[in-house]
């Protein structure tokens, strides 16, 4: 069972591509976590204006490299069970809502309707999973300025120069 | 002189009179009468030494550091998420400054079914009024009620409820608005600012960085507290012992109780940890045609209390005040994701939101786990249930007689309503756990006082029942909820029973 599990493991893992430089410097996440992290963070906080003008985009601000330093300076049971949700979010949860590829592989739609089904799941544990998951992904969006213009929001004053 | 344990480089062994263990409301008071009484004084505080100028309004920033578990603190089942603090000041850093006294009907019940002797109203007053003067209280003058609490001022108005300004322990406010991360201004009068450079000024000693793991007896005694020094990732850099004749626990009523049980100290009835309360509250979310910009100004200066009685069982435990975030904290508690949340989120400077908390009678518990961590056990009661749902329906009346277009309640999936009719005939069955976000600020009661040894913790004096020299002094004591924000009657129910703990220090 346990060669099985490792041999799963091993190709469920694979065929991520994150360039070195990046890889190199994570701090909490693998590789392919932080792909799924990626994939979450452009549907949970997807722009409702994607033209030039609009609001920045998840990977404009890098939702997924805040997540990542953010998670390595939680304990680690939450960090545990944070990579738990990713991998049930990357494996299990697409196969539940009747898909056969990991959830980074759907296209933009189908993974809305997995994030989905998380949200509304019958599982107390999933739904508040995935409200971690959710709070991670806009704390990472929410803290640069540039997306405040979106809101009316003013900002800080400290460090805002004087009138 | 506040040294930092992330800086220690070899163990330490302290030889003091007292240790206390916390420094937030009733830590930092009962650290100052102790010193002032001319006892050697020692505090070890789990988190840092952070001044007006750390405090930078950044909510992801501030979040790790000012918040126990980095604001993911929550019960086991992660139902109620558990804001907590950490930091010399401890939950005074982040607070927003309300000042109620313990309402005298609940002193009253702890008199006369909790066995409770020597805290009535009178008895308290003038711990109460010393208290209030050292922090400067104040009614928060009309012209500092925001937007966002004059919409609960004129739906109260507008439906006949009661309501009125709150008070609050602020000087020199400069309406920043960003109270909950912080003040940069120093205009909290709080543990940080007022009651630990007076205990340092008499003599105090603070260690920060430093978790108490445990409180060593012997022979029925409290003999000190062993502690771990950690460095800004949490891991431990060195062993910090602390030898006294007194340990005052003043950790919180999570912290306070996991490190008692943790120390394994006498228990006969079973009493630690249990009673656990946490003032739960859920918010509602109302949309205006015009700018409220609710992030700016004083965040709570107006209360509803027309659903809010303090006797036992009744069916009116609501207490109802603004709760506007920032960002982050929206956003995280708008429901939905995705395009449709951005386009929700559009209207941010347009919203108004209450926060109803209910005045809890279900009892949880907290037990220790790993290094004395609390872990915490809490499944609302029907009745707390229903509170809860009857405080958003109240909330979404209060918005719409306001003016609201539309208010959200952040369930799965969103309640949407467009008038105070749909809120007649909603169903409110979804106002349950797991059901809306439910959070709080106020645990209370895990190690509860009386002079009955088998339904409380500690004696009326704060004094262990079993353990000589072991007193709490945090809301660790009260032996039910309160229904008002508890930091007045921490703050004074410490100074109140310090003289038993100086009494016991001087032998």
Same mark, same amino acid.
């Given at each position: 069972?346990?060669?099985?599990?490792?041999?799963?493991?091993?190709?469920?893992?694979?065929?991520?591509?994150?360039?070195?430089?990046?890889?190199?410097?994570?701090?909490?996440?693998?590789?392919?976590?932080?792909?799924?992290?990626?994939?979450?963070?452009?549907?949970?906080?997807?722009?409702?204006?994607?033209?030039?003008?609009?609001?920045?985009?998840?990977?404009?601000?890098?939702?997924?490299?805040?997540?990542?330093?953010?998670?390595?300076?939680?304990?680690?049971?939450?960090?545990?069970?944070?990579?738990?949700?990713?991998?049930?979010?990357?494996?299990?949860?697409?196969?539940?809502?009747?898909?056969?590829?990991?959830?980074?592989?759907?296209?933009?739609?189908?993974?809305?309707?997995?994030?989905?089904?998380?949200?509304?799941?019958?599982?107390?544990?999933?739904?508040?999973?995935?409200?971690?998951?959710?709070?991670?992904?806009?704390?990472?969006?929410?803290?640069?300025?540039?997306?405040?213009?979106?809101?009316?929001?003013?900002?800080?004053?400290?460090?805002?120069?004087?009138? | 002189?506040?040294?930092?344990?992330?800086?220690?480089?070899?163990?330490?062994?302290?030889?003091?009179?007292?240790?206390?263990?916390?420094?937030?409301?009733?830590?930092?008071?009962?650290?100052?009468?102790?010193?002032?009484?001319?006892?050697?004084?020692?505090?070890?505080?789990?988190?840092?030494?952070?001044?007006?100028?750390?405090?930078?309004?950044?909510?992801?920033?501030?979040?790790?550091?000012?918040?126990?578990?980095?604001?993911?603190?929550?019960?086991?089942?992660?139902?109620?998420?558990?804001?907590?603090?950490?930091?010399?000041?401890?939950?005074?850093?982040?607070?927003?400054?309300?000042?109620?006294?313990?309402?005298?009907?609940?002193?009253?019940?702890?008199?006369?079914?909790?066995?409770?002797?020597?805290?009535?109203?009178?008895?308290?007053?003038?711990?109460?009024?010393?208290?209030?003067?050292?922090?400067?209280?104040?009614?928060?003058?009309?012209?500092?009620?925001?937007?966002?609490?004059?919409?609960?001022?004129?739906?109260?108005?507008?439906?006949?409820?009661?309501?009125?300004?709150?008070?609050?322990?602020?000087?020199?406010?400069?309406?920043?608005?960003?109270?909950?991360?912080?003040?940069?201004?120093?205009?909290?009068?709080?543990?940080?600012?007022?009651?630990?450079?007076?205990?340092?000024?008499?003599?105090?000693?603070?260690?920060?960085?430093?978790?108490?793991?445990?409180?060593?007896?012997?022979?029925?005694?409290?003999?000190?507290?062993?502690?771990? +020094? @950690?460095?800004? *990732?949490?891991?431990?850099?060195?062993?910090? #012992?602390?030898?006294?004749?007194?340990?005052? %626990? $003043? &950790?919180?009523?999570?912290?306070?109780?996991?490190?008692?049980?943790?120390?394994?100290?006498?228990?006969?009835?079973?009493?630690?940890?249990?009673?656990?309360?946490?003032?739960?509250?859920?918010?509602?979310?109302?949309?205006?045609?015009?700018?409220?910009?609710?992030?700016?100004?004083?965040?709570?200066?107006?209360?509803?209390?027309?659903?809010?009685?303090?006797?036992?069982?009744?069916?009116?435990?609501?207490?109802?005040?603004?709760?506007?975030?920032?960002?982050?904290?929206?956003?995280?508690?708008?429901?939905?994701?995705?395009?449709?949340?951005?386009?929700?989120?559009?209207?941010?400077?347009?919203?108004?939101?209450?926060?109803?908390?209910?005045?809890?009678?279900?009892?949880?518990?907290?037990?220790?786990?790993?290094? +004395? @961590?609390?872990? *915490?056990?809490?499944?609302?009661?029907?009745? #707390?249930?229903?509170?809860?749902?009857?405080? %958003? $329906? &109240?909330?979404?009346?209060?918005?719409?007689?306001?003016?609201?277009?539309?208010?959200?309640?952040?369930?799965?999936?969103?309640?949407?309503?467009?008038?105070?009719?749909?809120?007649?005939?909603?169903?409110?069955?979804?106002?349950?756990?797991?059901?809306?976000?439910?959070?709080?600020?106020?645990?209370?009661?895990?190690?509860?006082?009386?002079?009955?040894?088998?339904?409380?913790?500690?004696?009326?004096?704060?004094?262990?029942?079993?353990?000589?020299?072991?007193?709490?002094?945090?809301?660790?004591?009260?032996?039910?909820?309160?229904?008002?924000?508890?930091?007045?009657?921490?703050?004074?129910?410490?100074?109140?029973?310090?003289?038993?703990?100086?009494?016991?220090?001087?032998?």
């Amino acid at each position: 069972v346990g060669a099985a599990g490792g041999l799963l493991a091993l190709v469920r893992t694979r065929g991520y591509h994150v360039p070195s430089e990046r890889s190199d410097r994570l701090l909490a996440l693998s590789s392919w976590e932080l792909v799924v992290v990626e994939h979450a963070a452009r549907r949970i906080a997807a722009r409702d204006d994607e033209s030039a003008s609009g609001p920045p985009s998840a990977d404009d601000v890098d939702v997924a490299g805040f997540v990542d330093g953010y998670l390595a300076r939680m304990a680690a049971p939450r960090r545990r069970d944070v990579r738990r949700l990713l991998a049930y979010l990357e494996h299990i949860a697409p196969i539940r809502a009747g898909n056969v590829d990991r959830f980074s592989r759907l296209a933009p739609a189908a993974q809305d309707r997995v994030l989905g089904t998380l949200e509304s799941s019958s599982s107390d544990l999933l739904r508040e999973g995935f409200a971690g998951l959710k709070a991670l992904v806009f704390m990472g969006y929410y803290r640069d300025p540039r997306t405040w213009r979106v809101l009316g929001y003013a900002g800080p004053l400290v460090g805002r120069a004087a009138p | 002189v506040i040294s930092r344990g992330r800086d220690l480089k070899h163990d330490v062994r302290l030889d003091v009179d007292a240790v206390v263990v916390g420094t937030g409301a009733g830590g930092s008071v009962a650290l100052r009468d102790l010193a002032r009484a001319g006892l050697r004084v020692v505090a070890l505080e789990e988190g840092g030494h952070f001044t007006s100028a750390d405090f930078n309004q950044r909510e992801e920033q501030m979040l790790p550091m000012l918040f126990q578990e980095m604001g993911a603190r929550a019960t086991d089942d992660m139902a109620i998420r558990v804001l907590q603090g950490r930091g010399v000041g401890g939950s005074t850093l982040h607070n927003t400054n309300l000042c109620k006294r313990t309402p005298d009907a609940i002193l009253d019940a702890w008199s006369k079914k909790y066995a409770v002797s020597g805290a009535s109203a009178g008895e308290l007053r003038p711990a109460f009024e010393r208290i209030e003067a050292d922090l400067s209280v104040s009614e928060i003058p009309r012209e500092l009620v925001n937007p966002n609490n004059d919409v609960l001022r004129r739906g109260a108005e507008q439906l006949g409820w009661k309501s009125g300004p709150l008070k609050h322990n602020r000087v020199g406010c400069q309406l920043s608005g960003f109270c909950e991360l912080g003040c940069t201004y120093d205009a909290k009068q709080n543990a940080l600012k007022i009651m630990v450079p007076q205990a340092l000024a008499a003599g105090a000693r603070i260690w920060s960085d430093v978790s108490a793991v445990a409180i060593t007896t012997r022979a029925g005694r409290a003999t000190g507290v062993v502690a771990v +020094a @950690r460095d800004g *990732l949490g891991d431990p850099v060195a062993w910090v #012992d602390v030898r006294a004749r007194v340990v005052v %626990l $003043a &950790a919180s009523a999570t912290g306070s109780a996991a490190l008692a049980l943790a120390s394994k100290l006498p228990d006969p009835y079973a009493q630690a940890g249990r009673g656990l309360r946490l003032h739960p509250g859920a918010v509602c979310v109302g949309r205006f045609d015009r700018e409220i910009d609710g992030y700016r100004g004083i965040p709570q200066s107006w209360e509803c209390t027309e659903h809010l009685s303090f006797e036992e069982g009744s069916d009116r435990r609501v207490w109802i005040v603004p709760a506007f975030a920032h960002p982050i904290g929206a956003a995280a508690t708008m429901p939905g994701f995705g395009a449709s949340h951005m386009t929700a989120m559009r209207a941010y400077a347009r919203i108004a939101v209450l926060t109803a908390m209910v005045h809890d009678e279900t009892s949880g518990r907290v037990d220790a786990g790993e290094d +004395a @961590r609390p872990v *915490l056990r809490y499944r609302l009661d029907e009745r #707390d249930r229903a509170q809860l749902a009857k405080g %958003l $329906a &109240a909330c979404a009346r209060l918005l719409f007689a306001a003016g609201a277009l539309e208010v959200v309640i952040p369930a799965v999936p969103p309640v949407r309503l467009r008038s105070s009719k749909e809120v007649d005939v909603l169903d409110l069955g979804f106002v349950r756990p797991h059901g809306v976000p439910i959070s709080s600020v106020h645990p209370m009661g895990t190690l509860r006082m009386g002079d009955d040894a088998r339904s409380s913790v500690v004696s009326s004096t704060g004094e262990h029942h079993h353990v000589r020299g072991l007193f709490v002094a945090d809301a660790s004591l009260f032996p039910t909820s309160l229904g008002v924000p508890p930091q007045i009657s921490v703050y004074a129910f410490a100074h109140h029973l310090s003289r038993h703990a100086v009494e016991r220090a001087r032998g």
